[in-house]
């Protein structure tokens, strides 16, 4: 499924993949259930942030995705991190992913993408959290 929605997200209109990186596998984080199977794309987009963000929610409505309650186990989560350098804080985005320095498994795959987007002292301060690199 990741597979296949990376390459969905590189067919979205005004958009243009330039990066995908390995996937992997990670425990929830404030909640219970199965593992998670996290990984990051690198894009180019003509459009908005939020152009972007509605073509992300409608591959997840598309994958059937449900949110019942923060942080529950759902079929599809597609995160916009970065959009450039654009901040963007809004009541429907916040650009920067406002989590995304706090956890491995957002770090480890952008720095496979965008290295330059990713500060080492932030990759070394979540070395303790398991983050286990699939088979490509």
């Given amino acids: 499924m990741v597979r296949r929605s990376m390459d969905a997200i590189g067919q979205l209109a005004q958009v243009e993949l330039t990066g995908r990186s390995s996937l992997y596998r990670t425990a929830p984080v404030d909640s219970s259930g199965p593992d998670y199977i996290n990984a ?4 180019r987009s003509t459009g908005t942030a939020y152009d972007l963000l509605e073509g992300l929610q409608r591959l997840e409505r598309d994958a059937l995705r449900e ?3 923060r942080n529950a186990p759902r079929t599809l989560d597609l995160d916009l991190l970065l959009f450039g350098d654009a901040m963007i804080h809004s009541a429907t985005l916040e650009v ?8 491995a ?15 080492p002292a932030a990759l070394r301060a979540v070395a303790d959290q398991p983050c286990e690199r699939l088979p490509d």
Wanted: hydrophobic content about 45%.
């Fill in 40 to 43: 990051v794309v690198g894009l």
């Fill in 67 to 69: 949110r019942p309650y």
């Fill in 96 to 103: 920067p992913h406002p989590r995304m320095g706090t956890r």
């Fill in 105 to 119: 498994f957002v770090l480890v795959p952008l720095a496979q993408v965008a290295p330059q987007r990713v500060d």
